[in-house]
C-alpha cells in the first residue's frame, strides 16, 4: 500500500524551510577585556613588586606633588611641627648652657624671657615665621644663639620653599585643565569622501585656547608574534587626516577628527560584525600648551568595540546665529545613523561596486526624504492658507439686500 502524500507541498514543509535559510557566520564570543585607558583618561595600570623603593626617595619633588591631598597636607603640618620643635629643643639647650632656665640669672640671657620649653618653643615659632611680638629676643651674649637664629632662618627659608612650591605645583597641575577637553561618548565609522573612516569629536569648553594642540591615536590589543611570544599590550599608532599637513589642529571650536582606513590602518581587515567580536581598544591622546599658563597638558580617553557605532555619524552643532558662530554642546556626542557597508574596508576595496550601490541608496533616500519634507512643507502652507481663508470668510460680514413693495431701486444693508 503506497503512503498518502501530505497536502502541503515538500519544497513548503519543516525541512525544506530549514535547509534554505541562510546561515549567518558564527564567531567566537568576545572576551571581556579590561581598559587600558578609563573613560576619564585615568591609566587602568597597578605596579607591584617594586623592589627598590628609594628610586622615589631621589626625587622628593615629584613624589610629593604625586600625592594624594590628605597625605600632602599631613606631610605639610609634620614638617613645619617638627622644625619648631627641633629649633625649640636647640634653644632650651642654649639656656640651659647659659644658665638662663635659674629664677635668678647671674649674667644677662642670651634670649631674654625664655625659662621654660615651652618659651622656647613659642621663640622657634616667632623666629621661623617672622612674627616677633617683642616679648623675647637674643643678646650679644652668646655666639651660639647667634649661631642658631642663623641656621634656623636658612632651614626656614628652604622649608617654606618646598613646601609652597609643592601646593603650587598640586593646585597649578596639567590635568586640571585637561578637565575641560572633552570628548565624543562614543566613535563612529563612516564613509567619508568615498572612504570608510574612524571619526571621534573633540572641544574645549573654555575660550582660553589650547596652542599647538595635537591628537594622537592608538589601537592596543593583544598580538601573538609568528615565533608564538604573546604581547599583551600592542600599541600601534594610527594617522589621521590633519598628519598630512601639520600635527597640530585649532581647537577654537568642537572638531571631528577622521582616520582614514585604508592598508596600513589596523582596522582595515575588520568588518561591522568582525569589530563586535575583537578586543582592541583604540586610545586618543590630546596634548597642547594652555595659554594662559603655558603648561603643557594632556586629556586621555578610550574606545571599546561597544563604543565604536557602525554607520554612524555625528550630527553638527555649530550654527551661525545673528553674525555669531554657536556651539549647543547638547549636542556634541548626538549621532545619525547613515547608510554604511558592513564590510571591512579590504573588501570595499577589492568590490567598489559594493561602495558604488550603498552610496547610491543613500542618495536615493536622501532625495526622497527631501521630497516628503518638501511635500509636508506644502500642505502645511496650503493647510494654513485655507484655514485663514475660512477665518477671513467667517470674519466678514455678508451684505443684505431688501426689495420694495413698489419695485423700487435695492437697498444694500450691511
Known amino acids: 500500500m503506497l503512503p498518502r502524500k501530505s497536502i502541503i507541498p515538500e519544497e ?38 617594586i623592589r627598590e623603593q628609594g628610586r622615589f626617595l631621589q626625587d622628593v619633588f615629584t613624589t610629593l ?80 644663639a647667634i649661631t642658631m637664629l642663623i641656621l634656623q632662618n ?6 617654606n620653599a618646598v613646601m609652597l612650591g609643592c601646593i603650587f605645583m598640586k593646585t597649578a597641575q596639567s590635568h586640571r585643565r585637561a578637565e575641560t577637553l572633552i570628548f565624543s561618548r562614543n566613535a563612529v565609522i563612516a564613509v567619508r569622501n568615498n572612504r570608510l573612516c574612524f571619526m571621534i569629536r573633540v572641544g574645549d569648553l573654555r575660550k582660553s ?4 594642540a595635537a591628537v594622537r591615536l592608538q589601537v592596543v590589543r593583544k598580538t601573538t608574534t609568528p615565533e608564538g611570544e604573546v604581547i599583551p599590550i600592542h600599541q600601534i599608532d594610527v594617522q589621521t587626516e590633519s598628519v598630512v599637513a601639520s600635527n597640530s589642529i585649532f581647537l577654537l571650536a568642537p572638531l571631528i577628527i577622521c582616520h582614514v582606513i585604508d592598508k596600513d590602518s589596523p582596522l582595515y581587515d575588520l568588518s561591522a560584525m568582525e569589530l563586535q567580536c575583537s578586543d582592541l581598544e583604540v586610545i586618543v591622546i590630546l596634548e597642547g600648551v594652555v595659554e594662559t599658563t603655558g603648561i603643557t597638558t594632556q586629556a586621555r580617553t578610550s574606545y571599546v568595540t561597544e563604543e565604536i557605532q557602525w554607520g554612524h555619524r555625528f550630527v553638527p552643532i555649530v550654527t551661525e546665529e545673528e553674525g555669531v558662530y554657536s556651539v549647543d554642546y547638547s549636542k556634541f556626542g548626538n549621532t545619525v545613523k547613515v547608510a554604511t557597508p558592513r564590510y571591512s574596508a579590504r573588501e570595499l576595496d577589492e568590490k567598489p561596486s559594493i561602495l558604488i550601490q550603498t552610496l547610491q541608496k543613500s542618495e536615493l533616500s536622501h532625495q526622497n526624504s527631501l521630497r516628503k519634507r518638501n511635500s509636508m512643507r506644502r500642505n502645511n502652507s496650503m493647510r494654513k492658507s485655507n484655514s ?12 443684505v439686500q431688501f426689495l420694495t413693495p413698489e ?8
Open 12 to 49: 513548503f514543509a519543516l525541512p525544506g524551510l530549514v535547509s534554505r535559510v541562510p546561515r549567518k557566520p558564527v564567531f567566537r564570543d568576545r572576551v571581556n577585556k579590561a581598559r587600558f585607558i578609563a573613560k576619564s583618561g585615568a591609566c587602568n595600570l597597578a605596579h607591584k613588586n
Open 65 to 144: 606633588v604625586d600625592l594624594k591631598w590628605r597625605f600632602t597636607l599631613v606631610i605639610f603640618t609634620m614638617t613645619f611641627l617638627c622644625s619648631w620643635l627641633l629649633f625649640a629643643m636647640g634653644w632650651w639647650l642654649v639656656a640651659f648652657a647659659h644658665g638662663d632656665l635659674d629664677r635668678k640669672p647671674v649674667v644677662e640671657q642670651c634670649v631674654t624671657n625664655v625659662n621654660s620649653f615651652t618659651s622656647a618653643f613659642l621663640f622657634s615659632i616667632e623666629v621661623q615665621v617672622t612674627i616677633g611680638f617683642g616679648g623675647r629676643m637674643i643678646t650679644e651674649q652668646c655666639t651660639a
Open 154 to 159: 636658612i632651614i626656614g627659608l628652604i622649608i
Open 209 to 212: 585656547m589650547i596652542i599647538n
Open 388 to 399: 485663514m481663508r475660512r477665518n477671513n470668510s467667517a470674519l466678514s460680514v455678508p451684505k
Open 407 to 414: 419695485g423700487g431701486a435695492n437697498l444694500p444693508v450691511t
